[in-house]
């Protein structure tokens, strides 16, 4: 969901076996990668956590932050992205709870 068309869910589906997908099955649970960052977020984050695993019925929270820089008048924008993933099936308010594992990349961002 974004702001700029005032928070309206989308659904994506992708294959998982497609290139930069952080989802992948193995050996009976979910890994999860961290997600793709651009090169042009800040700031630089060279270490990564590393990949979160998940059984049946459980969920994870992954946050993370950038700030852009715009090429033409400098100004500044924000970007907060939040993944709610669970792994098979799940009640409709299950991102409404605590979260089985969660993964805080937010930083300052000045």
């Avoid at 042009?40 to 984050?45: I, S």
């Avoid at 090429?71 to 970007?79: A, E, I, L, T, V």
């Avoid at 805080?104 to 000045?110: I, K």
């Amino acid at each position: 969901m974004q702001e700029s068309d005032s928070f309206e869910p989308h659904v994506h589906v992708r294959d998982l076996s497609a290139p930069g997908t952080i989802i992948r099955e193995v050996d009976g649970l979910l890994r999860v990668n961290p997600p793709e960052v651009s090169t042009f977020a800040m700031p630089r984050r060279h270490r990564r956590p590393s990949a979160v695993r998940l059984a049946p019925g459980q969920w994870l929270q992954w946050q993370i932050n950038h700030r852009f820089v715009d090429r033409c008048d400098g100004g500044w924008s924000y970007r907060l992205e939040t993944f709610n993933i669970v792994y098979g099936p799940a009640a409709p308010d299950v991102f409404l709870g605590v979260p089985t594992r969660r993964v805080d990349e937010r930083r300052a961002l000045r």
